[in-house]
């Protein structure tokens, strides 16, 4: 049995800020925010993919470890080489909680300078 009303059903805050959705200048860097007001986050669990290559990366490929702190809660990968040129992307972030509540964003997004 749980923990009857303890238990934390309350799915981790995450979101995504760079990119954005739809149409970006540039793709220099991923950025994104998370946070578990009550349990906690399983850091283990945090994966971000993208439905194609960044760099050396393939599509599908957890980038997750690429991510570095830069603030409370926040998570940065500079990207060497940005991308000029994306007609059509998908990145899906995903990370849980201690508790096991999932929190999953999917961002469809281009690239297009000029």
């Known amino acids: 049995?749980?923990?009857?009303?303890?238990?934390?059903?309350?799915?981790?805050?995450?979101?995504?800020?760079?990119?954005?959705?739809?149409?970006?200048?540039?793709?220099?860097?991923?950025?994104?925010?998370?946070?578990?007001?009550?349990?906690?986050?399983?850091?283990?669990?945090?994966?971000?993919?993208?439905?194609?290559?960044?760099?050396?990366?393939q599509p599908g490929e957890n980038l997750a470890p690429r991510f570095k702190p830069v603030g409370e809660g926040v998570y940065e990968w500079k990207l060497r080489k940005p991308i000029a040129t994306l007609p059509k992307g998908i990145l899906t972030v995903s990370v849980m909680d201690l508790q096991g509540n999932v929190t999953r964003i999917e961002r469809t997004f281009r690239v297009r300078r000029g």
């Open 1 to 57: 049995p749980g923990s009857g009303w303890m238990d934390d059903e309350t799915r981790p805050a995450l979101t995504l800020t760079h990119p954005q959705p739809g149409a970006n200048a540039s793709l220099d860097r991923i950025l994104l925010g998370m946070h578990d007001y009550y349990a906690g986050l399983d850091m283990d669990s945090f994966t971000v993919t993208a439905d194609f290559s960044i760099g050396e990366t």
